[in-house]
């Protein structure tokens, strides 16, 4: 049984989103950010970077694993799926992992920062992260012209991305012109493990859509980019 630490965001959703498509058995346990829980003792014992996700398999010795990408590698290899195994395989899976793990995460999180966050509105750190943004979900539309999927078959990769590029406008970033990246965002949107995935720990409002409610989420996370 693997205990899960997560909250309602994209690097949390990529290892729920994992744990439903292998369809590992798993405990949910919420971290309230805004509460700066991923700072206590107890929960850096479990990840010593002080933040969200984590897991705990307590089928290895309670053996705790942090940092998206190697939860999924972790899971993925439990589960003998969504990661091949011959060495070409899983070194493409790897590969455009990584791109999202140093990428696609890093530079829409500073947009999200800059765009949304931020005590002070500064143009160039926003351009700068939104045009990064754009750039790499060029890449990502680019591979995806070429390629059902972003490596060989269905795999932790298009999870990983996915979980943040589908946040797009939240960054600030346009994506509805780029047609191989929107055909590869709907059909994976409309896989039943994702749409249970994306409601770990709870489900989020629409931001778009709901003022109200992105008005509360900014709010929270201002506090804690300040924090
Ligand atoms: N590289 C880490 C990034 C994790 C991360 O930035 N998590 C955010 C939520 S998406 C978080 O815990 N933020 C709270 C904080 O920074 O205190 C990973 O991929 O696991």
Not at 83 to 105: A, E, T
Not at 183 to 208: H, K, M, S, T, Y
Request: charged share 25%.
């Amino acid at each position: 049984m693997i205990d899960l630490y997560t909250a309602s965001t994209p690097n949390g959703w990529k290892a729920s989103v994992t744990l439903e498509e292998l369809a590992l058995p798993y405990t949910v346990h919420a971290v309230d950010l805004s509460k700066g829980e991923q700072k206590s003792e107890a929960y850096l014992a479990i990840n010593p970077n002080g933040r969200i996700p984590a897991i705990v398999d307590r089928a290895n010795g309670d053996f705790a694993v942090f940092e998206s990408g190697a939860i999924m590698i972790y899971l993925a290899e439990i589960a003998g799926q969504l990661l091949p195994s011959d060495r070409k395989g899983r070194s493409r899976v790897i590969q455009w992992l990584m791109f999202q793990m140093s990428g696609i995460g890093p530079m829409m999180g500073q947009a999200n920062v800059f765009y949304r966050y931020f005590p002070e509105k500064i143009p160039a750190a926003i351009s700068r992260y939104q045009n990064e943004s754009r750039r790499l979900f060029e890449v990502l539309d680019r591979r995806l012209g070429q390629s059902e999927w972003l490596a060989d078959d269905y795999s932790i990769a298009d999870i990983a991305n996915w979980c943040w590029v589908r946040t797009y406008k939240w960054s600030g970033v346009e994506a509805d012109d780029l047609v191989n990246l929107k055909r590869w965002r709907d059909a994976i949107r409309d896989r039943p493990a994702v749409q249970r995935g994306i409601e770990v720990p709870v489900r989020v409002a629409n931001l778009e859509q709901d003022p109200a409610a992105a008005q509360a989420f900014a709010e929270r996370a201002r506090n804690s980019v300040q924090r």
